[in-house]
């Protein structure tokens, strides 16, 4: 879009998030708040449900970004075991005495693989505590028979994900009632909009084409941060833990956490001017188009041998006699926003992706309570399953479904062997040996950022 096209005071800012609230409910079924970024609507959700000092139990594989909202929300997250297949929370591997000291339960849809929300959503309500879902990569999934986001006492979406526009996000609320209250909340943390900020906006999209038409990637990695403009150097950002310690005592506070909140990111709490919305409005009208690629290249990346099903996630069995699973609900594939494959050599296959110009980002490894430690974190009481996902997941962008098998076929990735104690309960579908047990620790330091 040129900018003359909306022209900076010609929308009316006022009437565009509603609008976008309105598309959201349609979808959902519920009532959304429009917010200037997922992240931001998480700490709302959190700081309206739960008092201070309580525990919320998290996914490790999970951005940090969002482990540092629960730190600020004056929070203590509680690492779940995971299922090593698709990283959702194994909600019988949590023993008896962590759930009876939980506060609220957060779940993450990793990739958009929907978490066991029903479950989990009859575990809060028998112990009286408000279930989140994080849905910033499961916009437009269903579990239960239900949009992923419409279980929770609270939902967040992010709208930097699927729909692509880089900057927004909702809160959505199962009691209607709670509008006003949250949306003052959110003004009451909102920076004010500035000029510059919209037109760095406006032009982002076109300077990135410009990067990539001139082949400039890698020049225009190493010039940001020449100029310290890139805040992680690995996968994780740096933890700093005495800064942390002095933030975390002051907590509830935002403004404490906000050198980790905002990694990423940096206007995620700033007033969306009219270009912001009407980029959002025009990138979520077209949604739908979106979702139907990203099932159809879903579908491809879980029918290669790199691909891992669960068995239990899916209802109806694959043309091919695999049980439907990982990603799939009845006979269509989830709109994955990512579809983690598993071979053996990550770092390899990442690199020989790289030389084709495609970024591996979404990498959330080692898992926060290996990166963090019990100083600000319960630790999970398993955390194999977390290790192995995190270790070996190659999170695929399903709209380059296509270009990604021709390179891992051309560099001959094997696919990870999950070992035997960890698939036991969910034994991969899809008759791939099992053994090994998978090297332990973090990995892939120096492999660039984390993001794509
Ligand atoms: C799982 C998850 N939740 C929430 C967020 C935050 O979304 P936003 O950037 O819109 O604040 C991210 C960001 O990547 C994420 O990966």
Redesign the pocket.
């Known amino acids: 879009m040129a900018i003359g096209e909306a022209g900076l005071g010609s929308a009316r800012p006022g009437s565009q998030p509603k609008r976008l609230e309105e598309t959201m409910r349609a979808r959902l079924g519920r009532e959304c708040v429009y917010v200037?970024?997922?992240?931001?609507?998480?700490f709302l959700a959190l700081r309206h449900w739960c008092p201070p000092g309580g525990r919320v139990l998290m996914s490790p594989v999970?951005?940090d970004?969002?482990f540092f909202?629960v730190l600020a929300a004056g929070l203590r997250p509680v690492q779940a075991p995971l299922n090593p297949l698709d990283a959702s929370i194994d909600i019988d591997a949590v023993p008896d005495e962590m759930w009876s000291s939980l506060s609220a339960v957060l779940t993450?849809?990793?990739y958009g693989n929907p978490d066991p929300a029903p479950e989990l959503r009859a575990r809060c309500d028998a112990l009286g505590i408000p279930l989140f879902e994080?849905?910033?990569?499961a916009i437009g999934g269903e579990v239960g028979g239900r949009p992923v986001g419409s279980w929770g006492d609270a939902s967040?979406?992010?709208?930097?994900?699927h729909v692509g526009a880089k900057?927004?996000?909702f809160v959505s609320v199962a009691d209607a009632g709670l509008r006003q209250t949250l949306e003052k909340a959110r003004d009451d943390l909102l920076a004010p909009r500035r000029t510059t900020s919209e037109l760095v906006y406006a032009v982002r999209p076109y300077a990135e084409t410009a990067v990539r038409g001139l082949r400039l990637r890698s020049a225009a990695w190493a010039a940001m941060r020449l100029l310290g403009l890139t805040e992680r150097e690995g996968i994780r950002m740096p933890l700093r833990p005495q800064q942390l310690a002095r933030a975390v005592a002051a907590a509830p506070d935002l403004m404490a956490h906000d050198s980790w909140v905002r990694v990423?990111?940096h206007d995620?709490r700033l007033e969306s001017g009219p270009l912001r919305l009407a980029r959002i409005g025009r990138r979520l009208d077209r949604l739908d188009e979106v979702l139907a690629a990203c099932r159809a290249g879903t579908e491809s990346l879980l029918s290669t041998r790199w691909a891992r099903q669960r068995p239990d996630a899916g209802a109806r069995p694959r043309a091919d006699g695999v049980p439907g699973g990982g990603g799939r609900t009845g006979e269509r594939a989830q709109p994955l926003f990512r579809v983690p494959l598993f071979v053996a050599d990550r770092d390899a296959a990442i690199r020989a992706l790289a030389r084709r110009g495609i970024v591996v980002g979404?990498l959330?490894d080692p898992p926060l309570d290996d990166y963090a430690g019990a100083e600000f974190t319960d630790l999970s009481p398993a955390p194999e399953g977390a290790r192995w996902f995190a270790r070996h997941a190659l999170p695929v962008d399903p709209l380059r479904a296509r270009a990604v098998i021709d390179v891992l076929e051309e560099s001959g990735a094997r696919p990870a062997e999950a070992p035997d104690g960890l698939t036991r309960r969910a034994p991969a579908a899809d008759g791939l040996p099992q053994g090994r047990p998978a090297p332990e620790g973090p990995t892939a330091g120096g492999l660039g950022p984390s993001?794509g």
Do not use: E, Q, W
Request: with cysteine; charged share 20%.
């Open positions: 200037p970024s997922c992240r931001l609507g998480l999970n951005d970004v969002i909202v993450t849809n990793l994080d849905a910033a990569h967040v979406f992010s709208l930097s994900k900057a927004g996000g990423d990111m995620y979404y959330y993001r």
